[in-house]
């Protein structure tokens, strides 16, 4: 809209053909300067006067490492909004020897650029482990994915799959890591159990997410079931007496599993291979079109090697369902899915956890960002699309600021497409970007007079003359007092005050916009919803809906 304001109010109607200027390593402020005079030539309103702000762009490319400097003019600064700045990540830690608890945990870190990799690395701090002894894994009850790439895959898209899933570091013992990997099977399993279904009928109820047992191609029923004990001997370990309890713990799991599973008349589970079987598929193992997982019988004797060469799907991955038929006698099967809660610990500083604020904001804004294959940029040396390096800094501020919150976050489809809706702190008052904007004569303006003769005079009668004379005066005694106060070493405060903001509520395509604005006589901020308007209290003019600001330079004042 602004945009179209402006080309309505632009003095210049026939606008001269001006070319993009590059830097080519000349002083900033000349090319700044140049720049500034080409936009003149084409634009000049006091939409140009008020909002126009000029950037700093630095392209890079990765090919040739050309380097292209330009300083384009800008109406609104759209600033992305950081992921904030202290953030966790909850997952189970589970132990190659089952017969410790897994930990709980809750890692925070600082940014948004934390990988898998150094997540392991604290993981292994946190626990005193070796960090190459354990894997990280989304887990549901029905898939288990391995994560891979840790070097590139963030700690933050890890957090936002938890939502929907669970994340897990799974241990792996020894002989396991060393085993020949032609002879290793990693068996992922599943634990149910017995119900009572609506009908009154008895069915297996899956309870717990899945975990892997390491097995050997060669292993018969026997060796398998042995294996899977293993895997629950914590079980019993909670629920024998006390006076058996030294002689038990002693055991060797061979032993164990002779006295509680192979001698007892009743086996306290059963292995059942989850089968591919759906309604048209016959089941790989039994022939059947709809089976419910088949059991592995205790006293088949048949080798694991047997059961895989029945597979027909190279992409179906043998797994058991360990089904607890009747353990309620002693056994807590809910055990299963307990843990040692370690979620307090946190590791790193131990700074108290911050929001976001505007300034966040700005320092992300300055990070450079590489262009996508969808903005690529044109390297005329190369002679070809790059996806280059840009960093934006902002040169030239303009007297009033539009600051934009990129809550939509732009790329991939439309219905992709998110908002973020965090609270990002900012001042009403003093808002001070100095430390964001490149020239330090601030407040910044080119002797325009000096560029366009007659640009003053031709929109005089009170306007930019004016406002101009009052912004120099103040400028002069901002960068006085700054300087007294600071040694005149750095830059001077470039404070802006808000006057209103444009707030979004709900999504992409189902929004509502409201305004806050204030009323520059008596200092008063409303509410400017549809055809209601109504005083608000201040405090709530910053809130998860802000979406456009309006900044006004401390000092400047509207003559127009
Ligand atoms: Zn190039
Ligand atoms: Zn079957």
Redesign the pocket.
Known sequence: MLDGLHEDLNRVKNKPFTETIESENQPDYEVGLKSWENHLKRNQSIIVDLLHGQYKSKITCPTCGRISITFDPFNSVSLPIPAKLEKEIDFEFVYANNRQKPVKLSISFPTSSHTVAQLRQETAKLLNIDPKSFYFVFSTQHLKEIVTDEANTLTNTLRKKKKIRSLFAFEMAEEDIKANPQERYDVDYITSKKILNYFGRVARKKFTHFRTASLRKHYNTRQIYLKMFQQYRILWDDAIDEDKRDQWMQMSDEEAFKKVFEDAEAKPFKIFLI?N?RVLNE?F??G?KR?EN?ELKFDSDIQLSTLLSKIKDPDFNLQFEVYFDEPSSYLDVERLNSYTDLTKVKTGNEEKPKGIDIYDCFEQFEEPETLGEENAWYCNKCKEHQKATKKMEIYKAPPILMLHLKRFKSGGSLLSKSKIVAQVDFPLENLDISEYVINPELPMDYPVEKIIPGYKEEHENGQTANGDAILGANGQQQQEEAKTEENGETKKPLLYDLFAVVNHYGNLGFGHYTAYAKNHLTNKWYCFDDSSVQEEDPESVCSTASYVLFYKRKGFEFNY
Request: charged share 10%; hydrophobic share 10%.
């Open positions: 089968t079987s089941c193992f039994c059947e089976c088949c």
